[in-house]
C-alpha cells in the first residue's frame, strides 16, 4: 500500500481527495495546522514545524495549503495569501532537500488564475502568465515546486480551476444568490470562466500519482469554455429560476474589490491540453452533467 502525505488536507478539495485515494486503496495521512486528532497530524509551515518521522514513510507528498481566497483581500490578508502557498511549499522544500526521505512523487496547487486576463485567446500549459497579484503569487508559488523538482523528485504542478463541489468553494457562494433569482453577470459577462467538477480533480491528483512518466505542469480545467453568462445561465436553468438581471459593471466591481476582481473580470480560455494529450478521460466534460450532479 502506497502512502500519500497531504499538506492542507483539511480543506475542501484535500478532504474529498482523501476519501478518492483511500478508496483507490492509498494510505493517507493528513498535515494540518490545527492540533492533531484521529483525523489529520500537526504542522505549521510558517514556524517550521513538521512531523519528520512521515519523511522516511511516505511515498508521495501533495501539497494543498492555502488560506481561503474567499475573503476582504487587505494587504495583511495578500501576505497571508502569498505567505501560506509560497511559504510552505519553500518549507516543503528545504525539508526535502536537507533530510533523508522515501518521497518518489511531490505534487503542488496552483492556480488557472495564473493566466491572467486573456481575452479570447485559447491558452495552454505553454502560455506565458499574466501580471496582476493572483497571477505573480502563482509563479512564485510554482518557482518553489520547480525547485523540488530540481531535486530529483518527480514533480507535478496542478493549475487548479474554481471547483464544482457540494462541499464548498464558490458554488456555495453564488448558488444561494441564484437560488433567490438575482444573480447578475458581472462585467460583461463575455469574460471566459474555467471550471471542474471536483471528482475529475481528484481523478486528475490520483492519474499523476500512478503515472509514473508524469513530472509536469497541468491545467485542471474542463475541456468545454463556458462564458460567465453561459455559466449563471445554465445554473440558473437547473435552479430552475430566472436570470434576467443587467449585469454589474467591471468598473463597479473593481471598485469594490480591487485585486480580487481579476477573480471574477479575467478571461481564461484555458484547455486541459497535456492531460488530454496523455489520454485522461474527465468524467464531467459538460458544464450541464457537472452542475446536475453536484446540485442533485
Ligand atoms: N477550490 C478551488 O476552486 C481552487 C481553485 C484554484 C486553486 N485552489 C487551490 O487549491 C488548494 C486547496 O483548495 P481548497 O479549496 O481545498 O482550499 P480550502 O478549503 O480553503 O483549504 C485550504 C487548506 O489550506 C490550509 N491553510 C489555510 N490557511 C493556511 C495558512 N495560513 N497556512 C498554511 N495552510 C493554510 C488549511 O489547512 P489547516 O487550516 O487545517 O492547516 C486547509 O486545509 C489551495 O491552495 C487553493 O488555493 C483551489
Given at each position: 500500500m502506497e502512502t500519500v502525505l497531504i499538506c492542507g488536507g483539511t480543506g475542501m478539495i484535500g478532504q474529498a481527495l482523501r476519501a478518492y485515494l483511500r478508496n483507490k486503496g492509498f494510505k493517507v495521512i493528513i498535515l494540518s495546522r490545527n492540533k492533531s486528532n484521529e483525523f489529520h497530524d500537526k504542522w505549521n509551515p510558517i514556524e517550521s514545524q513538521?512531523?519528520?518521522?512521515y519523511l522516511n514513510t511516505v511515498d508521495h507528498i501533495i501539497n494543498l495549503s492555502?488560506?481561503?481566497?474567499n475573503q476582504r483581500w487587505t494587504a495583511e490578508t495578500k501576505k497571508r495569501l502569498y505567505s501560506s502557498r509560497v511559504d510552505s511549499t519553500s518549507f516543503l522544500f528545504s525539508l526535502l532537500a536537507h533530510n533523508e526521505h522515501t518521497v518518489r512523487s511531490f505534487i503542488n496547487a496552483s492556480g488557472?488564475?495564473?493566466?491572467?486576463d486573456r481575452g479570447d485567446l485559447i491558452i495552454n500549459e505553454k502560455d506565458s502568465p499574466g501580471v496582476d497579484f493572483l497571477a505573480k503569487l502563482c509563479v512564485d508559488w510554482e518557482r518553489e515546486a520547480e525547485n523540488i523538482r530540481a531535486l530529483g523528485i518527480r514533480t507535478n504542478i496542478v493549475r487548479i480551476s474554481p471547483t464544482l463541489s457540494?462541499?464548498?468553494?464558490?458554488l456555495k457562494i453564488i448558488q444561494p444568490i441564484a437560488k433567490m433569482g438575482v444573480l447578475n453577470p458581472l462585467g460583461s459577462g463575455k469574460q471566459f470562466f474555467p471550471w471542474i467538477h471536483i471528482d475529475d480533480l481528484c481523478a486528475i491528483f490520483h492519474f499523476l500519482l500512478v503515472n509514473s512518466e508524469a513530472n509536469d505542469v497541468w491545467n485542471?480545467?474542463?475541456p468545454e469554455n463556458v462564458r460567465q453568462d453561459e455559466f449563471n445561465n445554465s445554473l440558473c436553468k437547473i435552479l430552475h429560476k430566472p436570470y434576467f438581471l443587467p449585469a454589474i459593471p467591471s468598473t463597479l466591481i473593481e471598485v469594490l474589490f480591487?485585486?480580487?476582481s481579476h477573480l471574477f473580470l479575467d478571461s481564461i480560455c484555458s484547455k486541459p491540453e497535456n492531460l488530454l494529450e496523455k489520454g485522461f478521460l474527465f468524467k464531467f466534460a459538460s458544464l450541464d452533467s457537472a452542475l446536475k450532479n453536484v446540485l442533485d
Open positions: 513538521f512531523p519528520k518521522k492555502g488560506e481561503n481566497i488557472i488564475s495564473i493566466y491572467g457540494d462541499q464548498g468553494g464558490f485542471a480545467c474542463s480591487g485585486d480580487r
